[in-house]
Structures are given as structure tokens and as C-alpha cells.
């Protein structure tokens, strides 16, 4: 910038330059423009078209592809599976009890052993692969390198050493999101970039995530990234034991502010596997320039079969449907979340029932994001078609008839169930982890953050309460029977 402010750092506020600082700038650079000219207008220099400098210039712009930006997307259409490929995990699990983060990696073994789709798999991974139960992947596919194997692995006398070679297909990226990130985005590109779909999937620690690439995932969506995310060990109550940078109760709510960002936190394994066969329909069969996150935990329990009734796996991928009803008691609440705390909202059902005598309808919710979406998209389409059939939002529509207050708790902040608020047509309740994270067992951490079974029977007994059908008494005594301290902080005071 000659002499305006150069090697000064102030390029930001520098908006123009005067005379004296051009005519630097021209006889630094050599420009042929006299004195003359800059005094009356600024002109405009074009070298000669066959001077050493256009020369250059138009062959780097050859080198990469023209004078403007284009995109060349491959509409190649990939061999996806059908949904009975992933059957074990649609199956019920009996008495083996296993995590979302185990089922995800069975699903990305059978497409990894997929003789028409498995060299398009490309499994990116920071940090440890071992967190996710990925070291039988190691031998068989190895971790890319390449120049091979070149030091003595420190687990190398185990049968699922870190084994590296010139074609492994894994990408250990080690403790490394941002990189891993970048190589994600390279892979989810490619069907653009290289006329070669791949599929990626990026399995990392979901705290290390959007809350640590978050910049990166906005430039994926404006590259229009095809691929998986998943944050695993999601939850703020799950892995406990590491505080706050292990805990994350807020990744859904950040994934959500990207547009074609299609976000789930899935409880079971069918619902693993539904939504990642649908993803790979959505993006490599019909083309549509959207990417996944789904978020896997780290905590195992006993996983049903997918359910045998019209529709379900449509309203899945809807994100929400009715998982279990109620029986048709005088007393009605409806229990709602996602992830790991719907285990808690499975027990408090059994406690309304067997301690007060209250019957509950209980939803399985894999996306408030997505119902959230659908919602403000009715909400459009109904203020900009007054005159038209008014539409319904879809979780005003699978409430209606079903009485009782809504209770929905989950292992996030309360904003990521609060989203659909304005279409819940019942009184809705809201249980979350707001505040920091905290070392101790899950237990005691769900009770903490006010998210656990106890808590959860205690907000359904209010809300009954608060529409007249308890009498408040009732909601005193559960308090003191669960023995639920009233008097402390709420946890993002603590």
C-alpha cells in the first residue's frame, strides 16, 4: 500500500489511498501511469496481452479451471444399501447390552465389508480410535500413511495394534480435530472436486466439535460437504468422571444454526441405522448437498427392535414418533427426549405408575432440530397462504388427542428442547443441563442437572398439579420421597 500504513497492520482501517501513497505504490510496481493522469482520475493498467505478466497470469487461471468460480458436481449415483443390510442392528438386543457408539461402528463395518461401496468409505478419526471401539478396524483396513509403517507402535504386542500402511483407508489424525476437520471436508468435497463421491465419516469427541471446528463446519456447508459427523461420547452426563471440556450439552443447538446441517441424537440402535441408510440415500442417490451429525454415547444398555407399524421409519427420520403408549388412566402425562437420558424418562414412566398411578405416553425424540425446522417451515407456508388450507406443524399433529402435560428431558441445554415450544399444543416442561460440566458418576450428575427419572416424575406430578388434576401435596411428597433437594442452586448457578 506504498506509504499508507504499510507493515503498520492497519489495512482495516485504511479505506483509501491518497496520491503521494499511489504514486509509491506505482513506482514500486513499475506501473507506466504519469503523474498527470493520477492527478485528474485514477486509471486503470492492463498489460499488453502478450507480456510476461498476462502470460502468467492466464496460465495459472488455466491451471485452475477458468476466470470463474464453477462447480462440476458428480451426479454418479452410488450403490447404496437397503435397510435390511444393517439387520442386526434393527433387531432386538435381548439381554446384550451395548452403546450407540458400538452400533455406528457395526453399521461402518458392514459398508466398509460392501464389495460395490467399501473403497468409498473413508473413516477419519482424531484423538483415539480406541474411545470408539474402532481397533478391529486397524488390521484389516489399516491407518493411512503415506510412507507406511515407520515406528514401533507402543501397542504393537496387541492383536489390534495401530497398524499404518501406504493404503490403509483410515485417517488417525491423532489429537488433531482441526486437521481431521479439514481432511473430512476434503473427502465430503470430492464428488465436486475430484468427480469421485466418497463418503466420510468423522467420529471425534463431540465437546471437541462444533464447540472446536464450528468455524470449519460453516465453510462445509458452504462447500457443500456431503459426509457424516458424528460426536461421540455426546452428552453432558455421560462421560463422566472428566468435567467440563469432556461434557457437551450444547453441540445440537450449534449444528442446528447451519443450514444444510441435518442433525439427530439418536437413543437406539434402528434409529442409528435408519437415519445413516436415508443419509446415504439423500446425499449419494438423490444428490442433495446436505451433511449429517449425529451424536453417539458412550453408555450401554438393552436395545429394542426397530417397530413393526406403517410409517415408522418415516417418522423417525421426522424426529419424533410415539415409542410406547400409555395405558388409558385417569391421570395422562406425556414423556418425551433423546439419547441417553430416555432411559431415565423409561424409569420415570414406571415410577408415575407404580407410585401415583399415572399412565404415560412416551416419545421417542431423535431430532428436536429437525422438528423444529418443520415446524417453522409450516409456520411460513400457513402466514404467507392465508387464504389456502392452514398445514399443521408435525408434533402439534402426532400430540394431538393425547392428554397431559409434556415433559421432555434430555442430555442437553434446555434451548435444545425448548425449540419446538411454539408447536407442543399441551403444557410443556422443559428438563436440561444447563450450567457447566462436573466430575462424578451419572448418576449423581443427573441429579445434578435435574434430568434424572426422579426429577422427571416430579415435573410430570407438577404439571398435573399445575392443571388442576393433583393436588400439590402430591408433588411436596414425591419431592420428599425421591429425596430431591428443593433448597439448593440450579445448576448453572452451582
Known sequence: MGASGEGQNTAHQAKKMDVASLKKFRDRFSIPVTDEEMEHHLPFFRPAEDSEEMKYLKARRAELGGFLPARHPSLETLPIPELSAFDAQ??????RQFSTTMAFVRILST???DKQLGKRIVPIVPDESRTFGMEGLFRQYGIWNPKGQIYTPQDHDQLMFYKESKDGQIFQEGINEPGAMSSWIAAATSYSNNDCPLIPFFIYYSMFGFQRVGDLAWAAGDQRAR??????TAGRTTLNGEGLQHQDGHSHV???LIPNCISYDPTFAYEVAVIIQDGLRRMYVDHEDVFYYLTLMNENYTHPALPERE???EQILKGMYLFKAGEAGSLKVQLMGSGVIFQEILAAAELLKKDYGVDADIWSVPSFNMLRREGIEVERYNRLHPNDTQKVAYVTELLQGHEGPVIASTDYVRDFAERIRAFVPNDYIVLGTDGFGRSDSRDNLR?????DRYHIAV???NGLADQGKLNKQVVQDAINKYAINAEVDPSWKR
Open 90 to 95: 434393527l433387531k432386538d438386543s435381548g439381554d
Open 459 to 461: 415435573a410430570a406430578l
Open 311 to 313: 410409517g415408522i421409519v
Open 227 to 232: 459426509g457424516f459427523m458424528l460426536g461421540g
Open 447 to 451: 441429579d445434578f442437572f435435574e434430568v
Open 254 to 256: 450449534q449444528a442446528d
Open 111 to 113: 459398508l466398509l465389508k
